[in-house]
């Protein structure tokens, strides 16, 4: 069965610093993984995804994540935020066939000024 | 180019009151989902609907909840009964090709409270 696990509720992060947000999932076949972003009140936007090829994705608004099979992760990272990157960041994973997706609980990032 | 359309934004109602939700797909996508977001948590998956027909609905509670898609206008998610504990938000995606592969684009949400 397919699970996905964001380990970090929030996080808080200063403006201009780095930042990485942890997904972990598990499957028994093969995986399609994806990141969105939902800021207050409104729907999710697709930050990026992975199907194939190269393992480090890059997606809009500066993000990007790796794929990394033998530790079954996907995290997130930017090396600068900014203020407008404030709002809850989820996790998704799709097994090939499949007909949803699976999400995590989201992770809260918060950008300090 | 219009996105995934969502109405009402939000919706009050009773206990015991019947919750209409609708949306309408992005413009050539004939794939539609819903999933139901509760407080503190991610999205659930509840249904996979096709034009005139439901594809998965392994996420549907067995009672009170359905879905439909007809061959002319919005999906409709519908909630009978209403209790508090349906109460969340509702948000629609679709795609136009094979769910596993295809981005889903989603809707802005339903905003559903019980009273």
């Known amino acids: 069965a397919q699970s996905v696990t964001q380990l970090d509720s929030q996080v808080p992060v200063f403006e201009e610093a780095p930042v990485e947000l942890r997904c972990n999932y598990s499957s028994s076949v093969s995986v399609y993984l994806f990141w969105y972003v939902q800021y207050p009140n409104q729907g999710l936007q697709l930050l990026l995804k992975y199907l194939s090829g190269s393992t480090l994705v890059k997606g809009i608004n500066g993000f990007e994540a790796e794929f990394n099979k033998s530790q079954t992760s996907f995290h997130l990272r930017k090396p600068s935020v900014h203020i407008s990157d404030t709002a809850e960041y989820f996790c998704?994973?799709?097994?090939?066939?499949?007909?949803?997706?699976?999400f995590g609980t989201g992770t809260r990032l918060t950008v300090i000024p | 180019n219009a996105g995934v359309m969502q109405n009402p934004r939000h919706l009050v109602r009773r206990r015991g009151q019947e919750a209409r939700l609708r949306c309408s797909p992005m413009?050539?996508?004939?794939?539609v989902y819903w999933y139901r977001q509760l407080p503190e948590e991610g999205l659930k998956f509840m249904v996979y609907?096709?034009?005139?027909?439901?594809?998965?609905e392994s996420g549907m509670p067995k009672e009170r909840f359905s879905a439909e898609f007809p061959k002319e206008g919005p999906s409709i998610l519908r909630i009978q009964q209403v209790v508090r504990g349906d109460s969340a938000a509702y948000f629609c995606a679709s795609s136009g090709q094979l769910p596993s592969t295809d981005t889903q684009y989603f809707g802005p949400g339903t905003r559903l409270t019980v009273l």
């Open positions: 609907l096709q034009k005139e027909n439901i594809i998965d």
């Open positions: 413009k050539g996508h004939s794939h």
């Open positions: 998704a994973v799709t097994e090939t066939g499949a007909n949803n997706l699976f």
